[in-house]
């Protein structure tokens, strides 16, 4: 079988196994630069395990980008040449990063400047809720639940459903509490 031939079958079975479109998109370009320099028939652990040390070498990769390679290589020998293929690289460690908080009052002046109340309240939601755009643009009304104070998000990252807390509504502003 061609590599490209292979690839396709590997964006099948991805998809039959309803793995995001995004997912699909970054494991067959893994694929598909590997196999512009290797024949499906160097497509073993030794072979996989230098040519990511080569490209980590070469562009200094993040830990996350190294092991989609690795994960790439090893869904891909398990969906297509049906064989289980270990990458002997061990699992690289991510850098721990403090994520950037606003404060209040940061948060205050960026609500302000907004004249749409609909962009003031996807805003407010998305910082009082810890939502992500995505979960704040499907929201419909019917996941509000303003009696218990949550919100249902449904479909986020990974195509889970999940609750979180509504903040909590200050009739003196007429604005949510953030």
């Not at 995001?20 to 512009?36: D, E, H, M, N, Q």
């Not at 049906?82 to 948060?107: D, M, N, Q, T, Y």
């Amino acid at each position: 079988m061609k590599s490209d031939d292979m690839i396709q079958r590997f964006r099948e079975e991805m998809m039959l196994r309803r793995c995001s479109p995004r997912t699909i998109k970054t494991y067959t370009g893994v694929l598909k630069a590997f196999f512009r320099e290797h024949s499906p028939e160097n497509f073993q652990p030794e072979v996989l395990r230098r040519y990511i040390l080569e490209k980590h070498v070469r562009k200094d990769f993040s830990a996350s980008t190294l092991n989609i390679l690795k994960q790439s290589f090893q869904a891909f020998s398990r969906m297509v040449l049906k064989r289980e293929v270990v990458v002997p690289i061990p699992i690289p460690k991510r850098a721990k990063r403090l994520p950037v908080v606003f404060s209040r009052l940061e948060i205050d002046r960026l609500l302000e400047q907004i004249k749409n109340h609909k962009h003031w309240l996807m805003i407010a939601l998305a910082y009082g809720a810890g939502l992500r755009v995505s979960e704040v643009t499907k929201l419909m009304v019917g996941d509000l639940d303003f009696e218990r104070g949550l919100i249902h998000i449904r479909q986020s990252k990974g195509g889970k459903d999940g609750m979180t807390l509504l903040p909590p509504w200050s009739p003196r502003k007429g604005r949510a509490h953030i």
